[in-house]
């Protein structure tokens, strides 16, 4: 028989242990709430726009929510209403042309869907949900109306469905047109007028951000191949993080596309008029990935463990560099005139200096390499790296036509070119007044 010492000793040690399991729980929900928090703020700091985008989603559920505690509009709906809920949830996107693209066709879909359904038979249900499923698979159709045809299946088949059974389907396919036409209206307006996330605008300034990523990289290259800093504590404090922003370059492909689907669906703005010429930003970001990519192969040569010695780096040390640079200015005057969205062709000298700094280089590696007893291995890391640089030169001109296409297409404003007394080789930019003209000052 147990002694009552034993009962009072086991209850203790039951109790430690409940109250032990507890702190550690409350010590866990603290820990998992604290690391929630510090996420949230990560977030919030990456991109302050989507604290913005919370409160209007909260605001749009909101004002549609009003429709549940007006009886006159309850009345009118009904159970209904909730559509008009369930649209804010699902139409409000992070961008405007988001927001458009859903809206739109889930109206559209809804319209169409409910008025085929409202008065079809089984036969038209399997031929026409038939159509609309084999239209999904039409790259051109599926990549705009993908979520318009869902909605359209859905709406077409409930409709459909119930009114074998219901003599009140039209009905319902009214109010719930109604609703959903209400919801998605009351997403886009408070999308469009209310701290507005333009997707051209982002496509925009990423286009621009590529290519002046591309011209720190190319400005800073010759620096680092080269060595020219012999400091090891300037080595150590200078900020090399300008090497690694080609990298964010490359895998940029699909947010040009998702930005350019969805700017098409936006209404003119700020500089973006109706119908401005999207797919050229992807033609640009498709040119600027192509550099990126010789770019990546140059910067292998910065840490590699193998490196041609110093004298025989010294041959093509100041054309190399000047390429380098030169290019990277180019592509800099690029970004600077894409983002202002001006029409300057500042970058032609900076183009023009590269070039000829190519034909120097390939004459001094023809002649100059042919007298050195260099190393073959020597030898062929410099004409490899030299040959890089030579279609980072081919690349930058690429691109710079393909902004000037685009800001001829575009309609940028342009500027006038002016010579400055101090050094008259240097094209300074400054605005026009008349827009039409370009007046060149000769000194």
């Not at 319209?111 to 159509?131: D, N, P, Q, R």
């Not at 982002?202 to 060595?227: P, S, W």
């Not at 964010?248 to 350019?260: G, I, Q, T, Y």
């Not at 180019?330 to 032609?348: C, D």
């Amino acid at each position: 028989m147990a002694s009552p010492n034993d009962d009072q000793k086991s209850n203790g040690a039951l109790t430690r242990g409940c109250q032990w399991f507890k702190a550690l729980s409350v010590m866990s929900w603290v820990k998992i709430v604290v690391k929630a928090a510090e996420k949230s703020k990560q977030i919030a700091n990456d991109d302050p726009r989507r604290i913005v985008h919370s409160l209007k989603v909260g605001l749009a559920l909101i004002v549609v929510s009003m429709f549940y505690y007006f009886k006159q509009l309850f009345d009118n709906f009904g159970d209904n209403t909730m559509w008009a809920v369930l649209t804010v949830v699902v139409v409000f996107e992070f961008s405007v042309g988001a927001t458009f693209k859903k809206g739109l066709n889930r109206m559209i879909a809804t319209l169409t869907g409910g008025a085929l359904g409202a008065g079809a038979h089984l036969l038209a249900t399997l031929s026409g949900t038939g159509i609309v499923t084999f239209m999904k698979f039409f790259p051109s159709l599926k990549a705009r109306f993908d979520y318009g045809f869902t909605i359209f299946i859905l709406t077409f088949c409930l409709i459909s469905v119930s009114g074998t059974r219901d003599s009140q389907a039209l009905k319902m396919a009214q109010d719930r047109l109604s609703t959903i036409i209400i919801g998605s209206c009351t997403a886009i307006l408070i999308c469009i007028f209310i701290c507005p996330v333009w997707s051209g605008e982002d496509l925009h300034n990423l286009v621009a951000g590529n290519i002046e990523k591309l011209g720190n990289f190319l400005e800073g290259f010759g620096v680092e191949y080269f060595q020219v800093i012999e400091d090891d504590d300037q080595k150590r404090n200078e900020d090399k993080s300008f090497l690694e922003g080609y990298k964010s370059v490359l895998n940029s492909k699909s947010n040009e596309e998702n930005m350019a689907s969805l700017a098409t669906w936006e209404p003119s703005h700020g500089g973006f008029r109706f119908r401005h010429p999207w797919k050229q930003y992807q033609k640009i970001g498709t040119l600027t990935r192509q550099c990126a990519y010789r770019i990546e192969a140059l910067s292998c040569y910065i840490d590699s463990e193998i490196q041609s010695s110093l004298e025989i780096r010294s041959i093509t040390q100041e054309t190399c560099t000047k390429i380098s640079t030169e290019s990277g200015k180019a592509l800099k005057e690029l970004a600077i005139a894409t983002k202002k969205m001006t029409r300057s062709k500042s970058a032609n000298p900076h183009i023009a200096n590269s070039k000829t700094a190519v034909e120097k280089l390939k004459s001094e590696l023809k002649i100059r390499l042919r007298e050195e007893e260099a190393l073959l291995l020597d030898t062929i890391q410099v004409g490899a790296v030299a040959s890089l640089l030579v279609e980072v030169v081919e690349c930058t001109e690429k691109i710079a036509e393909a902004v000037y296409e685009l800001a001829a297409v575009a309609e940028f404003k342009r500027v006038e070119a002016t010579v400055s007394r101090e050094q008259p080789h240097l094209l300074h930019q400054r605005e026009v007044v008349q827009p039409h003209h370009v007046i060149t000052v000769v000194e």
